[in-house]
């Protein structure tokens, strides 16, 4: 039930102290003696190296150390581990990958040399005069190309550079549904390699204690936990509790901060080495060189179609790039994650995917917002576009035709759809774009020389990341409760949108709580940030260890007031004695007093099982103009009208929707990581180059949230974070090809930039 805090827009408490420039950040973070680390990178795609020459850097000024991977090795330092956990046709092949080079470089930027020195500008130059002597070798980048007989190895363990082979769905239903079918048709996608951009490159500060054995990592990160155990147990082999990971404010992270990267492991291994703190702050250039990046797929998709316009069945044959290394939980983007979106909102008997992960030599890929289900969606709303131009059914109406009706749902990839209003939403998208309206604008535009088009897509995402989570309610000596959970936010709002929850179902005013978060040292557990899965995930589990505080309090308080549990009423904050003349009860804070000074406590902490998916969607529509003679596309409109089930904080809700569509709307129009083919090079590596949307580049994006509540969590809610890019990069291209539509263009390749549309309609004539 909604009452004073949930459903409520409150501005962001935690904006007041990003506003007066007070946020904590790791680069704020001051470490007394701490040292300054640079890492040498590989400058070559592909290269044997032959000698490392650092005589001359070790000895030049405020120099404390250069280390190259024997000195790791020397110390039994284990390789970076990838934990995703795939079925794949054959066992999954994990190359070791060293925090430094181990004789060969297989991708520009991937780490050869760290050198640690008293200020940033000393092992700067030290890196300079390392000297290399490196043995090039042939290189190759795009996924597809790899898989080739004649394609350059880079894993004796993998021949063909396969990484595995991946079946989701009934290939033999989906054969007969084809057989049946009255149309088939069938499109090549390319889904673009993208990076992440946070405002905060990573950054991270490693301690030792030689006191306690101890390691302290402070980091620009997500997923402290994963962190903290990778780190434990695969690279340094001990206790988790020897290893402390914390990350204070975060400025963005989009799935990329979620892993384990190799700087990680070389700060604590020289913080350990040297008796002093080192910190390490990545340059713009050089995180667009070793981040994780995303998506990077090459499809082939095929749809069946009975003569009355029904979905019969759909075959997806995808390669993956997973780049030189196999990261935290790179395979699972292609894979498990798609394979659980699949088909979209529509009811589709029959579907198979068959997934070919490649190793190449570019960086690594992993999960970035939305990972996988973006694909999956952008796949079935593009065929189902082609399919309306093949049958002549209108698309708003096939799509009408094939949408889920009837809840719940088991899709052909074995999900179950609990509610929804999809053809509802269909149908309240087209009226508030104005889709009536829609052929005398265009006709406008015609006379103006422009080229106009609507897009329509629908999406559906399938939020939960990890199953389970941990969470704990604390009262403090002032008065204040803390909230510790072991999701994280990263900007999503969490300091504020976690007290709501708590202030309804404690009574008490938002200002009471306090989140405590990203912090091993006071998380006992947690699975972090990533699948759009804290408030279900995280607020589940907050919400059942308030429960535990109040069967804790109602004891307390009816021992303190000598009465039956059973006639205590909990309503405001406070416990009341029912039908009590003389108004005897006891407030929440004030129990919590009462059982310190007794020496007992009202505190809670549990570990929630949920393991629930929620099903966030939504209709989407775009429209845009064309200037013929430039290419150059304007993205006139943008309006969306999803479910994210029960709203805690409309605003904040819309602010994470529309952050994501400029990310889905710079993948289908800006973004694009580019290689040079033959030399391996990133021919993207700055904001130079890479080009992101600006606030120039987008409309009002105008989202309408409509209430469909899940029974998958008490609260009702559904993940949003992820949304906005799953549902743009579809909409917006269908909007594209839609104005090109007359000149028979019927495919382009994300991003739609101007020297693409331009020439695509030179190509076709006009």
Known sequence: MQNAETGTSRRRIEDDRFLRGAGRFVDDIVVAGALHAIVLRSPHAHARIVAIDTTAAA??????????????????????????????VAPLIIPARPALADGIVRHVGDPVSFV????????????????????????????????????????????????????????????????????????????????????????????????????????????????????????????????????????????????????????????????RPVRWVSERMEDFLSTAQGRDNRTRARIALNAEGRFLGLRVETVANLGAYLSTSGPGSSTNAPGTAMGGLYDIPAIHMDVRGAFTNTVPIDAYRGAGKPEANYVIERLIDLAAQRTGIAATELRRRNLIADFPHRTAMGMTIDCGGFTANLDRAMAAADAAGFATRRAAAQRSGKLRGMGVACFLETSRGAPGEWAAVRFEADGRVALAIGTQSNGQGHETSFPQIAADRLGLPVEHFRLVQADTRHVARGNGHGGARSLHMGGEALVRAMDAVLAKGRSLAAQLLQCAEASLDFADGRFNVVDDAAGRGIGLIELAQAARDAGASIDAEVDSDLDLVTFPNGCQVAEVEIDPDTGVVRLERYVAIDDYGRLINPMLTIGQVQGGLAQGIGQALFEEVAYDAASGQMLTASLMDYCLPRAEDLPPLEVTCIEVPTASNRLGVKGSGQAGCIGAPQTVMNAVLDALAPFGIAAIDMPATPAKIWQALRDAGA
């Open 59 to 88: 000895t030049m000024p405020g120099v404390r150390a250069i280390y190259t991977v024997a000195d790791l090795l020397a110390d039994g330092i284990g390789p970076l581990p990838c934990i995703a956990k795939v079925a794949t």
């Open 116 to 275: 640690v020195a008293e200020t940033p500008n000393q092992a700067r130059d030290a890196v300079e005069a390392i000297v290399v002597d490196y043995d090039t070798l042939p290189a190759v980048t795009d996924g597809a190309a790899a898989l080739g007989a004649d394609a350059p190895q880079l894993w004796p363990e993998a021949p063909g550079n396969l990484a595995f082979r991946f079946h989701k769905g009934d290939a033999a239903a989906v054969d007969t549904a084809f057989a049946d079918a009255t149309t088939i048709v069938e499109l090549d996608l390319v889904n673009n390699r993208v990076t992440a951009a946070p405002m905060e490159t990573r950054t991270a500060i490693g301690s030792f204690d030689a006191t306690t054995g101890g390691f302290l990592l402070e980091v620009s990160g997500q997923g402290v936990h994963s962190i903290r155990d990778q780190l434990a147990n695969d690279v340094f082999h001990l206790p988790r509790d020897k290893v402390q990971v914390v990350a204070p404010d975060v400025g963005g992270g989009f799935g990329a901060k979620n892993f384990l990267f190799p700087e990680y492991v070389l700060l604590l291994f020289a913080a350990r080495r040297l008796g």
